[in-house]
């Protein structure tokens, strides 16, 4: 069974783990459906510890990744397995 995105993203949480200023240019830079698997990853809420990023080219995949990037250094990551909201 193939997801379908939703045809509108929600607007994605702050992590706790992240500060407030990384999070803030984040949403500057991000559209939510980024903003929601930055969030994932952050947070620990990836299913095994893997979250696939996919898409066509120029959908903002390697943006994404490098606000991932940015998100791991900037905050206090959860280990493998810890999740925080």
């Known amino acids: 069974q193939i997801q379908?995105?939703?045809a509108t993203?929600?607007?994605a949480a702050r992590p706790?783990?992240?500060?407030?200023?990384?999070?803030?240019?984040?949403?500057?830079n991000h559209n939510p459906y980024?903003?929601?698997?930055i969030s994932k990853v952050?947070?620990?809420s990836c299913k095994n510890n893997v979250?696939?990023?996919?898409?066509?080219p120029g959908t903002g995949k390697s943006?994404?990744?490098?606000?991932?990037v940015s998100a791991?250094?900037?905050?206090?990551?959860?280990l493998p397995g810890q999740r925080q909201s």
């Open 16 to 28: 706790r783990s992240l500060p407030t200023d990384i999070w803030s240019s984040l949403q500057k």
């Open 63 to 68: 943006s994404t990744i490098v606000g991932i």
């Open 72 to 78: 791991l250094l900037s905050g206090k990551a959860p």
């Open 9 to 11: 993203a929600t607007i």
């Open 42 to 44: 952050v947070s620990g």
């Open 34 to 37: 980024q903003l929601a698997s």
């Open 51 to 56: 979250c696939l990023i996919q898409g066509p």
């Open 4 to 6: 379908q995105k939703p």
